[in-house]
Each structure stands twice: as structure tokens, then as C-alpha cells.
């Protein structure tokens, strides 16, 4: 499945690192979404952007900064994070709220 | 608030088995719902889905049926391969907030040869 890619799919960094995860839709959606998959919890909602425009922010934390330049392409930006952000951040994509399809995800650690 | 609750994992079964996963949800209004997959190391996948209720979603010889009555969405196949070694979220469409998608747990489902 190669209609919505993220970079990189690992990444390792220290807490006072900047880094930034990227995500490419090649469905022609209009609607991407950042998700969190840590251990024994269910899949949390991040962040929703429709026409670029950010619809969801479900209460994340100010060091995580996401940014959607157009319709194809959703990054999410990392500043100091703790040990405890380490987790799968997954991308998706849908076209309105039709159904959405995901990416293969970024294994995120933070030492 | 809305909710799905998935039953607990892992379930282990011998290759050619029938599965089944229990998925119940709570919602207002009219949700659709899913079944997503995930493999090891990868992302999630749609399996299938059913927007309305009585709907039968279908793929790659799994089957669920979206049973209004029992708030239910269960997850079948007659006959499980080594391959179908997976997580399975069972998932609902918030009816409030369209974009977003509310997920049980998710089910391990280990298949042994």
C-alpha cells in the first residue's frame, strides 16, 4: 500500500532535539489526520486538517506542532518531548470524513 | 460518550479455524463502522465497513455484520491462514465530530501452522 507514505519510519532523539515527521497522500484526499499509537492504549487523535485548514486539536501538547502546507503533505514538528511521547505517530487520509486510510507509521523513542 | 469495546486478546487458533472477534459499541445517532488490521510493523489497514445498519461489509473472506439491535459488529472467517496474524481494531465514526474515528483496543489474533 503505497497511497499514503511517512519519513522516517524510525527516528531515535534526545529530549531537547528538534525533529519533524513527514506524511504524502497520493489519493487525491482532502482531509489528513495525525494519530498517536502508544502500548495497551487505544489510537488517540491528534490533530485533523481539512483544506489545510485544522479542524481537531484533541488537547496536545504545545511541543508538538503540526503543519499542513497543502493538501498532499502533513508534517508534525517535535521540540522537546519527554520519554513518554515515545510511540507510533500514524498518518492518514481521507476524502471529506469518508473513510480513512492510514501509512505505515514513524516508531518514534525519545531518550 | 461514544465508545467500542472490543473483546481481549490475544485469541490463538490453529490454522483453518473459525474466528471470531466481538466488537460492541455505544453511540447516538447513526454511526459507520470499521474493521482495520494491523500487521506487525506496519500501519493500519481498512479490512472492511458498513455504514448502515443490516449492512454486511466483506473482504478477503472476512465478514461483520452492523446488528443495530445488539449494538454489535463482529468480525468472522470460516477458515484463518498463518497470515491473518494481525492486530484488528474495530472502529465508529463519531456522529458528532465526522472526522473522527473512535477505536476499541484492538485484538491479537495469533494463527499457528
Known amino acids: 500500500e503505497t497511497g499514503v507514505t511517512q519519513t522516517p519510519r524510525h527516528l531515535v532523539m534526545g529530549m531537547t532535539n528538534k525533529k519533524s515527521l513527514k506524511c504524502e497522500q497520493h489519493?487525491?484526499?482532502?482531509?489528513m489526520y495525525w494519530y498517536k499509537q502508544s502500548a495497551k492504549k487505544p489510537l488517540e487523535l491528534m490533530f485533523v486538517?481539512?483544506?489545510?485548514?485544522?479542524?481537531e486539536n484533541n488537547s496536545v501538547p504545545s511541543r508538538f506542532s503540526p503543519e499542513c502546507p497543502n493538501s498532499s503533505h502533513l508534517f508534525l514538528h517535535l521540540h522537546t518531548l519527554q520519554p513518554e511521547d515515545s510511540a507510533l505517530y500514524l498518518c492518514?487520509?481521507?476524502?471529506?470524513?469518508?473513510?480513512?486510510?492510514f501509512g505505515p507509521g514513524t516508531r518514534l523513542t525519545v531518550l | 460518550g461514544d465508545s467500542v469495546t472490543q473483546m481481549e486478546g490475544p485469541v490463538t487458533l490453529s490454522e483453518e479455524a473459525c474466528l471470531t472477534i466481538?466488537?460492541?459499541?455505544?453511540?447516538?445517532?447513526?454511526?459507520?463502522l470499521f474493521w482495520y488490521v494491523q500487521y506487525p510493523g506496519e500501519g493500519l489497514q481498512l479490512l472492511l465497513k458498513?455504514?448502515?445498519?443490516?449492512d454486511k461489509g466483506s473482504n478477503k473472506g472476512f465478514e461483520a455484520t452492523y446488528r443495530k439491535e445488539t449494538t454489535s459488529f463482529h468480525l468472522e472467517k470460516g477458515s484463518v491462514q498463518v497470515s491473518d496474524s494481525a492486530v484488528y481494531f474495530c472502529?465508529?465514526?463519531?456522529?458528532?465530530?465526522?472526522?473522527?474515528?473512535?477505536f476499541g483496543s484492538g485484538t491479537r489474533l495469533l494463527v499457528r501452522p
Open positions: 472502529a465508529l465514526s463519531d456522529p458528532d465530530s465526522s472526522y473522527k474515528l473512535i
Open positions: 458498513a455504514t448502515k445498519a443490516d
Open positions: 492518514a487520509s481521507s476524502q471529506g470524513a469518508d473513510t480513512q486510510y
Open positions: 466481538n466488537c460492541t459499541y455505544t453511540a447516538t445517532g447513526y454511526p459507520s
Open positions: 486538517y481539512s483544506l489545510e485548514e485544522r479542524v
Open positions: 489519493l487525491g484526499h482532502n482531509a
